[in-house]
Nanobody
Framework: EVQLVESGGGFVQPGGSLRLSCVGS????????MSWVRQAPEKGLEWVSA????????YYAPNMGGRFTISRDNAKNTLYLQIDELKSEDTAVYYC??????????WGQGTQVTVSS
């Protein structure tokens, strides 16, 4: 059974930073590309970033402004998302996903990020 468990969310002031983590199990982690997707309150899902199986290629949504950095440690079966210069509009539940053919096939339970002063 595929499991994806996110952590690292929390309450942060504007301008702060967070590093989200996602541990995968139940599948061969380094066989798959992975993504981060978020959902802000009362809004739809928004793709944030993706990374290839070996971490060699990374992709970001155009409106992320260079504040997001995706990475992975295949030895630890862990995906990361570093978010810097947090803004109120970054408030959302952040999900990690396992991807196949550019489609998110499995999702974690999400981790809440709240940015507020």
């Amino acid at each position: 059974e595929v499991q994806l468990v996110e952590s690292g969310g929390g309450f942060v002031q504007p301008g702060g930073s967070l590093r989200l983590s996602c541990v995968g199990s139940g599948f061969t982690f380094d066989d798959y590309a992975m993504s981060w997707v978020r959902q802000a309150p009362e809004k739809g899902l928004e793709w944030v970033s993706a990374i290839s199986w070996d971490g060699g290629d990374t992709y970001y949504a155009p409106n992320m402004g260079g504040r997001f950095t995706i990475s992975r440690d295949n030895a630890k079966n862990t995906l990361y998302l570093q978010i810097d210069e947090l803004k109120s509009e970054d408030t959302a539940v952040y999900y990690c996903t396992k991807d196949e053919d550019y489609t998110s096939t499995d999702w974690g339970q999400g981790t809440q990020v709240t940015v507020s002063s």
